[in-house]
């Protein structure tokens, strides 16, 4: 069975940091892209940051040089470290996977067409 666990969220105040950690199972991570996006309550899901298996990384604008995502293939897990964090970071985290079958940018731009999701976990930063 293919699953995502998806966890680390919590509040933190403005200014803070979170690593968020996504756990793989039931399938080989090595030969997936995976991705880490965001929803805030009103508005649509898109996409954070998104990472090859060979490490290769794509950020959103919007976090570029504050997030910092990486692969432990040995653990199937990839992790987004959250620092300098905003108010506008706070929204539901969601990790994905997918085969790489389009470019990083097209797959991390949006988040329709991924395989397997994860549950959400929460970020709340508080100014």
């Known amino acids: 069975e293919v699953q995502l666990q998806a966890f680390g969220g919590g509040l933190v105040q403005a200014g803070g940091s979170l690593r968020l950690s996504c756990a793989a199972s039931g399938f080989l991570f090595d030969d997936y892209v995976i991705g880490w996006f965001r929803q805030a309550p009103g508005k649509e899901r898109e996409g954070v940051s998104c990472v090859t298996a060979d490490g290769t990384t794509y950020y959103a604008d919007s976090v570029k040089g504050r997030f910092t995502i990486s692969s432990d293939n040995a653990k199937s897990t990839t992790y987004l470290q959250m620092n300098s964090l905003k108010p506008e970071d706070t929204a539901v985290y969601y990790c994905?996977?997918?085969?790489?079958?389009?470019?990083?940018?097209?797959?991390?731009?949006?988040?329709?067409?991924?395989?397997?999701w994860g549950q959400g976990t929460l970020v709340t930063v508080s100014s």
């Open positions: 994905a996977a997918e085969r790489p079958y389009r470019t990083l940018n097209e797959g991390c731009s949006g988040s329709l067409g991924w395989w397997f």
